[in-house]
């Protein structure tokens, strides 16, 4: 099936369907980190020894002091990087990200050492987006697969729970962009979202008459990764299924 086409058939898909209840939507995106990101090595018993690794992330050069060993056993990136006497990394115990924003490494820091990771109040609103997106690319290159998990099901509950939009045009048109295109990166990375909250989500869109958001925020996407476009296509037509259904 030609993917265009069937974007632009998740238009025609406006019956409204069962209703979703609010209540059932009510959950709480930042109770996330429980189970996901069980340390190998306990942060809390580095409180009275030396850091013995150097950070220096983004343009501004900022320096970071920290456990070597700690941060070795949850990145892989940091893992090659100083557990190589071959690397420079791993002889001078300092490591440059320049490709990394010292907000990012900031709240990856907390995580590293207390493993609960800061997500902002709103992952799509304001600057929230560009944080998360940030965190999560961050986590990518650095190969934490423990915080990609917890940005995706933050961001697979976010959409679970959202019911309304804004009332102009173009900011809806806008947060629903930053909603697909933050999806599709989870899918990139490795993530993967919960086909059942997609489709409530979906479900939502119809409901409020907002499908058409969705469909032109997918068209947007270049390169759409092909389990997120899937996974989205099974979500449409589950739905469809749901209305039909006696």
Request: a negative charge.
């Amino acid at each position: 099936m030609d993917r265009l086409m069937a974007v632009s058939g998740i238009a025609k898909f406006l019956i409204k369907p069962p209703p979703i209840r609010v209540e059932d939507l009510d959950v709480d995106i930042y109770d996330v980190n429980e189970g996901l990101a069980t340390p190998s090595i306990n942060g809390a018993s580095y409180t009275n020894t030396d850091p013995d690794l150097t950070i220096i992330v983004g343009q501004e050069q900022k320096k970071f002091q920290v456990h070597k060993d700690l941060f070795i056993s949850k990145s892989k990136f940091f893992k090659a990087a100083c557990s190589n006497s071959h690397f420079r990394e791993g002889v001078e115990n300092l490591v440059r990200l320049p490709e990394i924003d010292s907000e990012s490494m900031i709240r990856l820091r907390q995580w590293f050492y207390e493993t609960n990771l800061p997500l902002p109040t709103d992952i799509i609103l304001d600057d929230g987006y560009e944080i998360t997106l940030n965190l999560l690319n961050a986590a990518d290159f650095l190969e934490i697969p423990a915080v990609i998990t917890i940005i995706t099901k933050a961001t697979q509950n976010y959409i679970w729970k959202c019911n309304s939009w804004k009332g102009d045009p173009g900011e809806a048109a806008e947060d629903e962009q930053k909603k697909v295109d933050l999806m599709c990166r989870l899918y990139e990375c490795g993530g993967k979202i919960d086909r059942e909250r997609l489709k409530a989500y979906l479900n939502n869109l119809k409901e409020g008459h907002r499908m058409g958001l969705f469909v032109n925020a997918l068209r947007e996407v270049e390169d759409c990764h092909p389990d997120f476009f899937n996974d989205t296509m099974t979500a449409v037509y589950s739905t469809v299924e749901d209305v039909s259904r006696p």
